[in-house]
C-alpha cells in the first residue's frame, strides 16, 4: 500500500513537471530506492518511539500503583517503593531514543 502511494506520488510529480525534464528508468529506479530507505528508517523510528512510550507508560502506572498503596499500607513501607519507581522513570527518561 505504502509502495503504491509513494509510486502515485512519484509519477504525479513527473507529470506536474512535464517535459521540462525526461527520468531515465535508472534514475527513477535510484529516486524509488532512497524512498524507500528513508521510509524504512522512518519506521525503524516510529517503533523506537513506541516502545519508549510503553516503557514510559509502564513507569508511570507503576509509580501510580506505588502511591496508591499509601491509602492502605504504612507510608514507611511505601516510600521506598515510590522513590525507586520514580528513580527508574527518570533513568528511563534520559535513555530516550
Known amino acids: 500500500m505504502k509502495k503504491q502511494l509513494l509510486l502515485v506520488a512519484i509519477m504525479s510529480s513527473l507529470l506536474i513537471s512535464g517535459c521540462a ?17 528513508q521510509i524504512t528508517e522512518l519506521e525503524s523510528k516510529v517503533t523506537s518511539q513506541q516502545e519508549y512510550i ?30 525507586y519507581a520514580v528513580k527508574e522513570l527518570e533513568n528511563n527518561i534520559q535513555t530516550e531514543p
Open 21 to 37: 525534464k525526461k527520468v531515465t528508468q535508472d534514475e527513477y529506479d535510484s529516486m524509488e530506492s532512497s524512498y524507500q530507505q
Open 54 to 83: 510503553n516503557t514510559m507508560n509502564s513507569s508511570i502506572q507503576e509509580i501510580s500503583s506505588s502511591v496508591d498503596r499509601f491509602d492502605y499500607e504504612d507510608w514507611r513501607i511505601v516510600v521506598p517503593d515510590v522513590y
